[in-house]
């Protein structure tokens, strides 16, 4: 079992209360040996035989290693730096490269690769969001440019400047939020329409710190984003940083609307980096790897569990429906399965290191 502060005990069963009232269908807490567990992740691990992708199905308690080079026939080859998926399809990052690799996320075989971003000195990839079956977005942290990318034919459909450095994307409806660092050292979300042909910037919002990760709230009214903090005046004093905090922005009126504070060290080391340190769920939850442990939000209450497991961990990756995660154990080297009520299963031996954690509909898996 995780190490659970024993004053959040109550906080931690208000979650579970949460999660069972949202799902409809009970907090969903099965010994997983039943098979009564539908949930499916994809893995990126990183070994001597280079990177890959490991499927782990809950429902029959397997494991397949290996899956892009058994399913293409030959190794990816390519370091794999973040895994998203949308519309039946996976796109594997390749950061120092500057290219997405497309999978059929049914067969996980070899659709496209996706050229032409910016790579090594120039910027690397940071960020994926998506507005449409035809219409994704991608940001590189180090290149001033919102990269619009044609998700049917598989190719950038237009570079768009941006006035920051970005380091967060994020879609709801038809709004697109990049969040940015600004040459004079501030921070501020971009908001532009999806829909415009033009895509003008709309709204520019200021931020404390640098936003590192930006998603709609499942009620479809409020944009939440997550801001990094900063280490204060003294790097090696943890009680000198300004605290990562969680901004709620009407879509109504595009304002900020309420702040909570995270009380963990600074997150600035994800400043730039692929969002895999954090994932929500349909629950209103959201889960972040901090320097401490994992800190656990309940974005519909706006209530934060700073110190929901201990350790240090900086990967992980949710189930958007059943709200299970999975964290990268480097001390251990295991992926540890994990329920919002911080029931805990046996954890996984991955094989290597864990690079990115997706989790994906086991309906749409062969």
């Not at 796109?91 to 690769?113: D, N, Q």
């Not at 034919?153 to 990049?178: C, D, E, M």
């Not at 042909?197 to 936003?211: K, S």
């Not at 399965?337 to 991955?350: G, K, V």
């Amino acid at each position: 079992m995780p190490t659970i502060l024993a004053a959040r005990l109550l906080l931690l069963a208000a979650v579970t209360l949460l999660v069972a009232s949202c799902s409809g269908k009970g907090s969903d807490v099965i010994d997983p040996q039943s098979g009564d567990r539908n949930e499916m992740a994809v893995v990126a691990v990183e070994s001597s035989g280079g990177d890959d992708l490991t499927r782990y199905n809950e429902a029959n308690q397997t494991s397949t290693p290996g899956e892009y080079s058994a399913v293409n026939g030959a190794p990816l080859g390519k370091p794999i730096d973040a895994v998203f998926e949308a519309n039946e399809r996976l796109y594997l990052h390749h950061r120092s490269l500057g290219e997405i690799t497309v999978l059929e996320l049914k067969t996980r075989k070899l659709i496209a690769t996706i050229t032409g971003f910016p790579n090594g000195a120039a910027g690397a990839l940071c960020g994926m969001a998506f507005s449409n079956v035809s219409q994704a977005w991608g940001i590189c942290y180090g290149s001033n440019n919102l990269y619009l990318i044609d998700a049917v034919n598989h190719s950038i459909a237009r570079t768009i400047p941006l006035p920051g450095n970005p380091t967060a994307v994020g879609t709801v409806k038809n709004k697109v939020f990049v969040g940015m660092v600004m040459p004079d050292g501030t921070a501020k979300i971009a908001v532009l329409s999806s829909n415009g042909g033009e895509y003008p910037i709309e709204h520019l919002l200021d931020m404390p710190t640098a936003p590192i990760y930006i998603f709609g709230n499942p009620d479809g009214q409020q944009m939440v984003v997550l801001t990094s903090g900063n280490p204060g005046t003294d790097p090696t004093i943890p009680d000198d940083d300004v605290h990562p905090e969680l901004h709620y922005i009407l879509l109504s009126t595009m304002a900020v609307d309420g702040v909570v504070s995270i009380e963990v060290p600074s997150l600035d080391q994800y400043i730039g980096k692929e969002p895999n340190f954090a994932a929500r769920t349909k629950d209103y939850l959201l889960y972040i790897a901090t320097p401490i442990g994992i800190s656990l939000a309940e974005t519909a209450g706006r209530g934060v569990y700073p110190l929901w497991l201990a350790g240090d961990f900086r990967v992980l990756g949710a189930d958007y429906y059943s709200s299970m995660v999975y964290v990268y154990d480097p001390a251990s080297g295991t992926l540890r399965r994990l329920l919002a009520d911080a029931t805990e299963y046996a954890p996984l031996s991955p094989g290597g290191v864990v690079r990115a954690v997706q989790f994906v509909n086991a309906n749409s898996v062969q």
